[in-house]
């Protein structure tokens, strides 16, 4: 089973979902979903595409709306939305803002400097002075080894690059909780490996809870205490990376690795 190391004994998940379900239109996508997430643990989410785990991820963030349970990170919940409407920046609650986001594009603002990109959300939603964000900005962009491209705008950088700021930008807030969505998927195949040596690095060094989407499959091996399979909105498989990636006893799951092109 996963190592619960990063979690001292009786404390609270970090993440938590309770039979959630959740609906698009007449279509169920989340299928009464259980899981439960301790602190620091570095957890890979796979499955084929449609399975319901960008979706997750979502709930978890406050993107999304759910019909049914509950979701809670680090003991608040996470209110669903009403149908079709969005939380405006000042009114969000404050546990959205202990979730951190990369998506597979990057939505970096274009009219903005990497180093504007990456101080908005903390000037306006934590209140930092121009010196506090600035230097929070600067932290994190020697993270992401990007320092020098502190005054470039988006369309000038690489998508590796784009990908990495996403990443700086995430971190800045000081989240909790980290969800990296497919963030390789939308790059070419040589800018990949800078992105992962990046999320490496913030597994390795950060007791950041980290749940992530992929089809990286020597990554997540590499770098999960946890992997969960999913499919039909449901988690068929539970365990380590070797229980499930290596030598799994789940027929679904293997029939869904052999179909995986490893690199």
């Known amino acids: 089973m996963p190592d619960l190391a990063h979690s001292p004994p009786g404390a609270p998940p970090q993440i938590l979902l309770k039979q959630v379900v959740k609906r698009f239109g007449k279509t169920q996508v989340i299928d009464h979903l259980d899981l439960s997430i301790p602190q620091g643990q570095k957890v890979a989410l796979?499955?084929?595409?449609?399975?319901?785990?960008?979706?997750?991820?979502?709930?978890?963030?406050?993107?999304?709306?759910?019909?049914?349970?509950?979701?809670?990170?680090?003991?608040?919940?996470?209110?669903?939305?009403r149908s079709g409407w969005r939380w405006p920046w000042s009114k969000k609650p404050p546990v959205v803002h202990r979730v951190g986001m990369v998506f597979q594009q990057f939505n970096l603002f274009p009219h903005l400097t990497v180093q504007e990109n990456i101080t908005e959300a903390p000037l306006r939603v934590l209140k930092l002075t121009q010196e506090e964000a600035e230097e929070r900005a600067y932290e994190y962009?020697?993270?992401?080894?990007?320092?020098?491209?502190?005054?470039?705008?988006?369309?000038?950088?690489?998508?590796?690059?784009?990908?990495?700021?996403?990443?700086?930008?995430?971190?800045?807030?000081?989240?909790?909780?980290?969800?990296?969505?497919?963030?390789?998927?939308a790059l070419d195949p040589e800018l990949v490996g800078e992105v992962l040596a990046v999320i490496r690095s913030i597994a390795h060094a950060q007791r950041t809870t980290l749940l992530l989407v992929?089809?990286?499959?020597?990554?997540?091996?590499?770098?999960?205490?946890?992997?969960?399979?999913?499919?039909?909105?449901?988690?068929?498989?539970?365990?380590?990376?070797?229980?499930?990636?290596?030598?799994?006893?789940?027929?679904?799951t293997r029939r869904f690795l052999n179909r995986v092109e490893r690199r």
């Not at 319901?52 to 963030?61: D, N, Q």
């Not at 499919?231 to 539970?238: N, V």
């Open 141 to 185: 962009l020697g993270l992401v080894g990007l320092v020098h491209k502190a005054a470039a705008y988006p369309g000038q950088l690489s998508g590796g690059q784009q990908q990495r700021v996403a990443i700086a930008r995430a971190l800045a807030m000081r989240p909790q909780v980290m969800l990296f969505d497919e963030v390789t998927s």
């Open 214 to 252: 992929t089809h990286e499959m020597n990554f997540a091996e590499e770098i999960a205490d946890r992997v969960l399979f999913m499919e039909a909105g449901k988690i068929l498989a539970d365990g380590s990376a070797q229980e499930i990636l290596v030598d799994p006893d789940n027929e679904r």
């Open 46 to 81: 796979i499955g084929p595409s449609g399975s319901g785990k960008s979706t997750v991820l979502r709930l978890i963030k406050g993107l999304e709306s759910y019909q049914q349970g509950s979701i809670e990170v680090a003991g608040s919940p996470v209110p669903g939305l």
